[in-house]
């Protein structure tokens, strides 16, 4: 079974610009959650999906935002891009809406750069 | 205020002997713990998971052991190899109205030595 992907892997861009990221999940995972990784800050959740529907939010501005499509796949968007913006950002899927034990897998990130 | 952490940044074994890292949370809401292992510019690497109602969990060489009393987990790898070294991240969730949503610690870099 494939794992989650992402896309694109590495991204280059300029501050105030905006950037899109896409995540597939593993097949039949119905959930996609998003993570922020810096070194200052580690690793820090964004936003979970699932079916479709934002479920839960971290304490990201609003520059940060996503959807989830019928497929389950799922982007995420950074618009009015700052230096602070550079990181790897992880998605997870896992089966959700979630039973006591449902585990999360990652994809290998795509990492931003702001220049 | 960090509800889940790691206070050894890092530890270094012998190859063949125990790793053993340690994790400390502060929210009792939280009812699963994941550990996952990370490479740098990769994504984390599920390993294993404990529920709160077990409290202890094996799987091969690893064996993670939870005291919801103390609040604390850890995570046994033995023998250690070389291929372990890596950075490890503990992770909870579990917290109703907050579900999908795991709590990473900063991580321990495990270094193990021929």
């Known amino acids: 079974k494939a794992g989650v992907t992402q896309t694109p892997r590495y991204l280059i861009k300029t501050r105030g610009q905006q950037v899109t990221l896409s995540c597939s999940p593993i097949?039949?995972?119905?959930?996609v959650s998003w993570y922020q990784q810096t070194p200052g800050q580690g690793l820090q959740f964004l936003f979970e999906?699932?079916?479709?529907?934002?479920?839960n939010k971290g304490n990201f501005p609003g520059r940060f935002s996503g959807r989830q499509f019928s497929n389950s796949r799922s982007e995420m968007n950074v618009s009015t891009l700052e230096l602070g913006d550079s990181a790897l950002y992880l998605c997870?899927?896992?089966?959700?809406?979630?039973?006591?034990?449902?585990?999360?897998?990652f994809g290998p990130g795509t990492r931003l750069t702001v220049l | 205020d960090q509800q889940v952490k790691q206070n050894s940044p890092s530890l270094s074994v012998q190859e063949g002997r125990i790793s053993i890292l340690n994790c400390d949370y502060t929210n009792s809401m939280f009812d699963y713990f994941l550990w996952y292992k990370k490479y740098p510019a990769e994504g984390p690497t599920f390993l294993i998971s404990?529920?709160?109602?077990?409290d202890k969990n094996e799987d091969g060489r690893f064996t993670v052991f939870l005291n919801k009393s103390a609040k604390h987990l850890s995570l046994h790898i033995v023998p250690s190899q070389p291929g372990d070294s890596a950075v490890y991240f503990c992770a909870a969730s579990g917290v109703p109205g907050n579900t999908g949503k795991l709590i990473f610690g900063q991580g321990t870099t495990l270094q193990v030595k021929p």
């Open positions: 997870a899927s896992s089966l959700g809406p979630r039973a006591l034990t449902d585990t999360q897998y």
């Open positions: 999906y699932f079916s479709e529907t934002q479920r």
């Open positions: 404990i529920s709160s109602i077990k």
């Open positions: 097949s039949g995972h119905r959930s």
